[in-house]
T-cell receptor
Framework: DSGVTQTPKHLITATGQRVTLRCSPRSGDLSVYWYQQSLDQGLQFLIQYYNGEERAKGNILERFSAQQFPDLHSELNLSSLELGDSALYFC????????????FGSGTRLTVV | AQTVTQSQPEMSVQEAETVTLSCTYDTSESDYYLFWYKQPPSRQMILVIRQEAYKQQNATENRFSVNFQKAAKSFSLKISDSQLGDAAMYFCAYRRINSNYQLIWGAGTKLIIKP
């Protein structure tokens, strides 16, 4: 257990639908990062939150949004889903307790049919 | 802006032999961190090794070691005595010194181990 919890692990949904992915960071970590990884591709940075506020934005589609709550957990909302949104979505967290890198969750595998 | 380049999309090595994966990066910072992450077929991201730029000594973790050339902005990963379990995607990453900056990632190298 890395300490970063992502739910659900698997999600199958239809095109046009909306889903919410959840991430609980390691205890004490203030930053949460969301990444998308399509099959056999690298990691695409989506968005970062730090202590409840948006810190950095990557290649995140307008159909996607995220937020970080006061208890520091984060949710990634994906709407009007398309087949191309099928991917592995990773959450990672970082903070004073791990100054060097960050810790990944095990990911949510989203399949849009 | 910082960038990370992995020029080898795929590498293969015979079991028990040594392989080196290449990574170069570009930055104007003088102090930073560099990382190698491994992603096996399970898709879990696993930290393999890290290097602090202010340290001249190359980092080593068991069979994994790096060749850090700061002036050349090169950060290669050497895997000795390759094992079947080393088969994975390997990603090189860079991060500024502050713990709350995002990692900048390379595109990855797929490592195949031949039995």
């Amino acid at each position: 257990d890395s300490g970063v919890t992502q739910t659900p692990k698997h999600l199958i949904t239809a095109t046009g639908q909306r889903v919410t992915l959840r991430c609980s960071p390691r205890s004490g970590d203030l930053s949460v990062y969301w990444y998308q990884q399509s099959l056999d591709q690298g990691l695409q940075f989506l968005i970062q939150y730090y202590n409840g506020e948006e810190r950095a934005k990557g290649n995140i589609l307008e159909r996607f949004s995220a937020q970080q709550f006061p208890d520091l957990h984060s949710e990634l909302n994906l709407s009007s889903l398309e087949l191309g949104d099928s991917a592995l979505y990773f959450c990672a967290s970082s903070g004073p307790g791990q100054p060097y890198g960050y810790t990944f969750g095990s990911g949510t595998r989203l399949t849009v049919v | 802006a910082q960038t990370v380049t992995q020029s080898q999309p795929e590498m293969s090595v015979q079991e028990a032999e040594t392989v080196t994966l290449s990574c170069t990066y570009d930055t104007s910072e003088s102090d930073y961190y560099l990382f190698w992450y491994k992603q096996p077929p399970s898709r879990q991201m696993i930290l393999v090794i890290r290097q602090e730029a202010y340290k001249q000594q190359n980092a080593t973790e068991n069979r994994f070691s790096v060749n850090f050339q700061k002036a050349a902005k090169s950060f290669s990963l050497k895997i000795s005595d390759s094992q079947l379990g080393d088969a994975a995607m390997y990603f090189c990453a860079y991060r500024r010194i502050n713990s709350n900056y995002q990692l900048i990632w390379g595109a990855g190298t797929k490592l195949i181990i031949k039995p």
